[in-house]
Nanobody
Framework: QVRLVESGGGLVQPGGSLRLSCVAF????????MGWYRQAPGKERELVAT???????NYDDSVKGRFIISRDNAKNTVALQMNSLKPEDTAVYYC??????????????WGQGTQVTVSS
């Protein structure tokens, strides 16, 4: 069983920065893609950014140039540095990890979510 623990959310003023972190614990053989998604009230969950095991990144157009996703493969962690935050970035942010377990089965799992609120 794999558990994701997220941290770093909070309240920030427009133009400010926050850094989200997510650590994967449990029976992991290897991790493929890691990513961040978000869900605002009344809206569907949407992709924010993903990063492959080789370091290739993909961003939603709304965050390009402002957010940076990174990972530490040795520590099974993924981070999201969020700069120049806007009120429309307000949402619950979820970490997602696509991994292979010791039996070589492939799984995708989600964190519990962390609230990010951008407001003056």
């Amino acid at each position: 069983q794999v558990r994701l623990v997220e941290s770093g959310g909070g309240l920030v003023q427009p133009g400010g920065s926050l850094r989200l972190s997510c650590v994967a614990f449990g029976s992991i053989f290897s991790i493929n893609a890691m990513g961040w998604y978000r869900q605002a009230p009344g809206k569907e969950r949407e992709l924010v950014a993903t990063i492959t095991s080789g370091g290739s990144t993909n961003y939603d157009d709304s965050v390009k140039g402002r957010f940076i996703i990174s990972r530490d493969n040795a520590k099974n962690t993924v981070a999201l540095q969020m700069n120049s935050l806007k009120p429309e970035d307000t949402a619950v942010y979820y970490c997602n990890v696509d991994f292979i377990d010791p039996r070589h089965s492939r799984w995708s799992t989600w964190g519990q979510g962390t609230q990010v609120t951008v407001s003056s």
